[in-house]
Each structure stands twice: as structure tokens, then as C-alpha cells.
């Protein structure tokens, strides 16, 4: 029996983990499942995958499970642009490019309302994350290039309203603080002058 196990999604990214794989020459089981109807995984995946979020990939090596990739600083840099930016940059673009009769008529609240699903999962994750992690930050006591991209997405989401109505994250207010509170990210601000 091989230790590695590929929970395999029809249609999505799971195949970059197949092709590494194959190209390892590891030997490795797949679960697979067809999308539902509405595109999503179905429970069953959700429910037995190892991840938190319940998307495709995901991989088990033993006790180990990976998904979006196996070390922890990795892990929020890759989840920091692929899940967390890129759901909540949905509703950015449909803000800029529905049309006014859609603000009034009130599509964009519709569609704003369902595009905060994936964002609410997200930010669910991230706050039992920091309930598990050894210090302030994201990896320890210590920021990391963890901390310093996943930042600027949760700030950014947090403070335009991006998806966020509705939910209450004291996990993620108090990281946010400690981060704002260090000194390379106050040098870092007065440096560039940045603000959201
Ligand atoms: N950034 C994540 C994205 C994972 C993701 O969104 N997977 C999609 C398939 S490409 C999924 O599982 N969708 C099914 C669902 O949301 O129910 C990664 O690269 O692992």
C-alpha cells in the first residue's frame, strides 16, 4: 500500500500534484471525485480530504496532509495570493465593472453576498490558524515572510469590506495589530508612504 494519497478533483489543479508526482516517480493512491452540479467538490471530498477548506489538491503522506504546500511560511505564501487575494479581488472587480443599473437593482450585492462564501471560508481557516500558532505571528514569535504577505491581502480585505460583512475574527484583528505594531512595518510604512 503506498503511503501517499492524492485527493483528486475533476477539472482543477489536482493535476499539477498527479504530473509532480508521476515525475518523482512516486507511488501514490487517488481518490477521485467528479465535480457536482454548481462546480463544487462534493461532501464526501470535503468531508475526508484533510483540508481545513475542503478544495482540491490535497495530500496525504502518512500522518502528514498538504495542501497549498507543506511548509508552513510556503503554505501562507502560496495561500496568501491563490486563495486569499484571489477571492476576495472578485468582488473588487465586479465593484469596478458592473454596470450602475446592476448597483441599483441590486446584483452586485447579490453577487457580492456570493462571493463572500469562499472569502468567509478563507478567513474561518486563517482565525483557527493563529488559535494554533506558538506566538504572535503566523509562524511563532517571530514575522515571516508569512506575516509580511499575508498581511497586506487581510488588511486590504478587512479595511475595503471585501466579503467580510457579517464576520467577527478577533484572532485575525489581534495578528493584524502585532503586525502593524513592529517596527520594520512602521519603517516599511514610512518609507513608502504606503496606505490602502
Ligand atoms: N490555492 C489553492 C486553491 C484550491 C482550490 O480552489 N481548488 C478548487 C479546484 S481548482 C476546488 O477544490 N474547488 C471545489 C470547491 O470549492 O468545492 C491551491 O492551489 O491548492
Excluded at 496532509?65 to 476576495?88: G, P, R, S
Aim: with cysteine; charged share 25%; glycine share 6%.
Amino acid at each position: 500500500m503506498p503511503p501517499i494519497t492524492l485527493w483528486f478533483l475533476q477539472a482543477s489543479r489536482s493535476i499539477r500534484i498527479a504530473w509532480l508526482l508521476e515525475e518523482l516517480n512516486l507511488d501514490y493512491d487517488v481518490k477521485f471525485y467528479d465535480r457536482m452540479k454548481n462546480m463544487k467538490a462534493p461532501p464526501e471530498f470535503k468531508e475526508s480530504c484533510g483540508n481545513p477548506l475542503g478544495k482540491a489538491p490535497s495530500l496525504q503522506d502518512g500522518n502528514l496532509t498538504i495542501y497549498e504546500n507543506k511548509i508552513k511560511v510556503l503554505q501562507w505564501i502560496h495561500a496568501a495570493e491563490a486563495t486569499f487575494t484571489l477571492h476576495a479581488l472578485a468582488i473588487t472587480y465586479a465593484r469596478w465593472t458592473i454596470p450602475e443599473h446592476g448597483k441599483a437593482n441590486g446584483d452586485l450585492e447579490t453577487m457580492e453576498k456570493g462571493l463572500s462564501v469562499n472569502v468567509q471560508k478563507d478567513l474561518d481557516w486563517l482565525e483557527t490558524e493563529l488559535s494554533l500558532s506558538p506566538g504572535p505571528f503566523l509562524c511563532g514569535d517571530k514575522v515571516s515572510a508569512a506575516d509580511t504577505m499575508m498581511q497586506f491581502s487581510i488588511n486590504f480585505m478587512m479595511k475595503t469590506g471585501l466579503g467580510t460583512k457579517g464576520g467577527n475574527w478577533p484572532n485575525i484583528e489581534k495578528w493584524l495589530k502585532a503586525c502593524d505594531e513592529t517596527e520594520s512595518y512602521q519603517r516599511a510604512v514610512r518609507k513608502t508612504g504606503h496606505k490602502i
